[in-house]
């Protein structure tokens, strides 16, 4: 089955304890992406990857950073997290960043909540 | 500065009737409109999109009108069914440089469909 994984689905932290929040896909697709969704903002990218070693910047980056190493994987790290870091998280991806190659495939979430 | 926009947060319709959802964009670059589809507890999911050469995409009971003039577009549900309640997000896809497109999302807009 095509999917993206995502874990933890939940996680409660307390600030400045590192963390990670894996994502995974199974559809050899080249661009992945992090979103935050926050009350009336909607859903923000946080930073994507066009593909293997290849990443940048989204709309709010502070206070993340990810790496790809390989194709399937993209994780998400929190060096530090604090507070207004609490939020629900999504990983997406697509076979590519371009016309109608871009819909994204979405996971399910991942609740965060620094305390 | 928000350059996809979702002006209304939430629409009631009865079920049967049409479903208007709009969204407007500032970007003159973007050359990819999507829309998707949020569930509680769940990641969205791709729902329908349209290129920028084009003005109609139409995919069963979902049509996707797009007028570039206006920097405007609409996504038509009929019939509008109860299971058509959801949040719906407007993306717009744009070149960002150096080989990188980039996604950006509105706020969305809750769709309820009353029996």
């Known amino acids: 089955e095509a999917q993206v994984t995502q874990n933890p689905r939940y996680l409660i932290t307390v600030t400045g304890k590192k963390l990670t929040v894996t994502c995974s896909q199974n559809?050899?697709?080249?661009?992945m992406s992090w979103y935050r969704q926050d009350p009336g903002l909607g859903l923000r990218q946080i930073y994507y990857?066009?593909?293997?070693?290849?990443?940048d910047k989204g709309d709010v980056p502070e206070g993340y950073k990810v790496s790809r190493k390989e194709k399937r994987n993209f994780p998400l790290i929190l060096e530090s997290p604090s507070p207004n870091q609490t939020s629900l998280y999504f990983c997406?991806?697509?076979?590519?960043?371009?016309?109608?190659?871009?819909?994204?495939?979405f996971g399910p979430g991942t609740r965060l909540t620094v305390t | 500065d928000q350059q996809v926009k979702q002006n209304s947060p939430s629409l009631s319709v009865q079920e049967g009737r049409i479903s208007i959802l709009n969204c407007d964009y500032t970007?003159?670059?973007?050359?990819?409109f999507l829309w998707y589809k949020k569930y509680p507890a769940e990641g969205p999911t791709f729902l329908i999109s349209?290129?920028?050469?084009?003005d109609k995409n139409e995919d069963g009971r979902f049509t996707v009108f797009l007028n570039k003039s206006a920097k405007h577009l609409s996504l038509h549900i009929v019939p509008s069914q109860p299971g058509d309640s959801a949040v719906y997000f407007c993306?717009?896809?744009?070149?960002?440089?150096?080989?990188?497109?980039?996604?950006?999302f509105g706020k969305g807009t809750k769709l309820s469909v009353i029996p």
């Open positions: 997406a991806s697509s076979l590519s960043a371009q016309g109608a190659s871009y819909e994204q495939y």
């Open positions: 559809m050899n697709h080249e661009y």
């Open positions: 990857s066009m593909n293997v070693e290849v990443t």
């Open positions: 970007n003159s670059m973007f050359d990819y």
């Open positions: 349209i290129s920028s050469i084009k």
């Open positions: 993306a717009a896809s744009a070149y960002s440089g150096a080989g990188s497109y980039q996604l950006t």
